[in-house]
């Protein structure tokens, strides 16, 4: 993965943050979605469902070109929606 400084990686507040997360699961490329894939390789890695760094890397990345990350994340807010208060 290419090198990001802290700057590429700061959201600024939580709507940027929020349109950010949509945009790397959406496929957008750079520093953000780097740090995801890491990120998820890591815990591909230490949930012991793949061994090898480059493997982990691919199959995160995979889960994002796939859609298959964003439709885990609709899953979830409807989950959580469902089962939250009525405010």
């Known amino acids: 993965l ?3 400084s802290l700057d590429d990686l ?3 507040g939580l709507e ?3 349109a950010i997360a949509l945009g790397v699961l959406s496929g957008a490329a750079g520093a953000y979605r ?3 894939v890491a990120n998820a390789a890591l815990g591909l890695m230490a949930a012991s469902a793949i061994r090898d ?3 982990a890397a691919q199959a995160a ?3 994002i070109d796939s859609g298959a990350a964003m439709a885990k994340l609709r899953l979830f ?3 959580s929606q469902s089962v939250a208060p009525a405010v």
């Open 10 to 12: 700061r959201s600024g």
């Open 61 to 63: 990345s995979h889960a």
């Open 77 to 79: 807010v409807d989950f």
């Open 34 to 36: 780097d740090i995801v």
């Open 2 to 4: 290419p090198a990001a």
């Open 16 to 18: 940027t943050a929020k």
């Open 53 to 55: 760094p480059l493997e």
